[in-house]
Nanobody
Framework: QVQLAESGGGLVQTGNSLRLSCEIS?????????????MAWFRQAPGKEHEFLAT????????EYADSAKGRFTISGDNDKDVAFLQMNNLRPEDTAVYHC??????????????????WGQGTQVTVSS
């Protein structure tokens, strides 16, 4: 099993910043901890599909971003603590959504699809007021 625990969401005003954290743990993760894991952030606004934001390989640190996330969002990881972060700056009301962390053992497969991952966190709410 793999558990993903997100934190860092909340209510902020337009223009402010938030940093989301996602800790990965569990028996399956510990068993394969020395392998490369890919973690990613998606968000889902009410009535909309899951939107890919960014992904990172936890050991190698390779990152990819959706065009919508470039410039304001930064994904990073702490290899020792098994945590991925999403730094979000200059937040706007349209960023309001539930932000989910997802993970899989890295493999050659598309990285921007929600169903291309094997493990999903419950999400953390981000609300940006105008």
């Amino acid at each position: 099993q793999v558990q993903l625990a997100e934190s860092g969401g909340g209510l902020v005003q337009t223009g402010n910043s938030l940093r989301l954290s996602c800790e990965i743990s569990g028996h399956t993760f510990r068993t394969y901890r020395d392998r490369e894991w890919r973690m990613a952030w998606f968000r889902q606004a009410p009535g909309k599909e899951h939107e890919f934001l960014a992904t990172i390989t936890l050991r190698g640190g390779a990152t990819e971003y959706a065009d919508s996330a470039k410039g304001r969002f930064t994904i990073s990881g702490d290899n020792d603590k098994d945590v991925a972060f999403l730094q979000m700056n200059n937040l706007r009301p349209e960023d309001t959504a539930v932000y989910h962390c997802v993970a899989r053992r890295d493999r050659s497969e598309i990285t921007s699809r929600w169903d291309a991952y094997d493990f999903w966190g419950q999400g953390t709410q981000v609300t940006v007021s105008s």
